[in-house]
């Protein structure tokens, strides 16, 4: 008797077969690691030490895959709230400092926020930039340790912020975007979580380490930033960036203000009043929900947290930052601490 035929199949292409094993690895793995709620209330995921929403967590499995970086690349990366849309403002304009005026300039019209992608939204397919000129531009939140391997070789920019007041700026933002079926979350609750480090990306004290011991191994690699030292000085900042991105500044530049304009065009005072970052939404890689600009420029201030914490949640975040940075060499500037 002869056997019965075989249903026909559609072959599946490699693509195809690469992206279904790293959904199953990633659908497997979300089953077995710890998770928590996080400062939106939905779930985060432990992974390698770091708690991150589901979706970034399977794009940065997807970055490992897809994600090819060039030598010349240039990453921005920061903990969340830490001034990344001053940074990325910061960059382009430093970087392309030859194609606009700035009276006229792309960003008075188009905002920090699309001057450069957040690779942490990205989702299968990986968007191709090999199209993007070189050096190309790139911001991501991950920890050094989650980065896929090919990144590490290149230039990064990382930036940092004193913790209350990255936790009081998550607090506004986070709260902006909680669910609606949710209770506020309270301030109290948002000092445990943060914490605890199961704040986005967190814990915060461990992300910033990972960067700062690599900045120290390789110090022409990665520049490491405050917030408060932008703040404070932001002419020497940028003429850092210049010289770390390759191009820094002529004496004829410099005879022409050319540093003092583009501190100015990137200040909280001018990017806040612009219209695209009063009523435009930026919309990150394929996610579908936009978050309203303005809510990356809130107060843009050192030391905000004093308006909010007692006297109790400040000596518990201090106790954390002494703890945790203890021996490293780290330290954030004393006036934003005290
Ligand atoms: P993200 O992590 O979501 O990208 P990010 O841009 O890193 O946010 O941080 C936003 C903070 O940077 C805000 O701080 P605040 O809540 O304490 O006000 C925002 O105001 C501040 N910020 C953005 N742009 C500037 C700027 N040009 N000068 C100073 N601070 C700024």
């Known amino acids: 008797m002869s056997s019965s035929p075989s249903l026909p199949t559609t072959p599946e292409s490699k693509e195809d077969a690469d992206y279904n094993k790293i959904s199953d690895e990633y659908n497997h793995l979300i089953e077995t690691i710890p998770k928590t709620n996080g400062l939106r209330g939905e779930l985060l ?15 940065n499995f997807l970055l490992h895959t897809y994600f090819k970086s060039q030598p010349t690349d240039i990453f921005l990366a920061s903990v ?3 001034g990344t849309t001053w ?28 001057t450069f992608p957040l690779l942490d939204f990205e989702s299968y397919p990986i968007t191709d930039f090999t199209h993007f ?28 912020r004193e913790p209350k007041d990255v936790l009081i700026s ?10 609606k079926d949710l209770p506020p ?21 461990e992300h910033v380490l990972s960067y ?35 191009k820094p500044f002529t004496a004829e530049e410099v005879e022409k203000r050319v540093v003092e304009n583009i501190v100015n065009l990137c200040s909280f005072q001018t990017l806040s009043n612009l219209e695209v970052n009063k009523e435009g939404v930026e919309k990150f890689g394929r996610l579908e929900v936009g978050v309203e600009n303005r809510h990356y420029l809130r107060k843009g201030e050192i030391g905000d947290w004093k308006n909010y914490l007692s006297e109790e949640m400040k000596q518990r975040i201090d106790g954390i930052t002494h703890e945790r940075l ?13």
């Open 185 to 205: 979350l309270s301030l109290d609750e948002a000092v445990d979580i943060f914490c605890k480090g199961h704040s986005d990306y967190g814990p915060f004290w």
């Open 87 to 114: 940074l990325k403002a910061l960059m382009f304009s430093t970087l392309n400092r030859h194609l606009y005026s700035f009276s006229d300039h792309y960003l008075r019209h188009h905002g920090p926020q699309s």
């Open 45 to 59: 995921y432990n992974y390698n030490g770091f708690w991150l929403d589901p979706m970034i967590l399977k794009t």
């Open 80 to 82: 969340m709230k830490s």
């Open 212 to 246: 700062w011991r690599a900045s120290l191994e390789y110090p022409d690699k990665i520049l490491f930033l405050k917030y408060e030292e932008v703040k404070k000085e932001p002419e020497v900042v940028v003429r850092k960036l210049a010289t770390f991105m390759g």
């Open 326 to 338: 203890k021996g490293s060499g780290l330290i954030f500037d004393a006036s934003a601490i005290a």
């Open 170 to 179: 998550c607090w506004h933002f986070m709260s902006n975007y909680r669910s």
């Open 133 to 160: 000129p070189a050096p190309r531009l790139f911001a991501t939140h991950f920890p050094r340790t989650l980065l896929p391997p090919c990144m590490t070789s290149c230039k990064f920019v990382y930036l940092c």
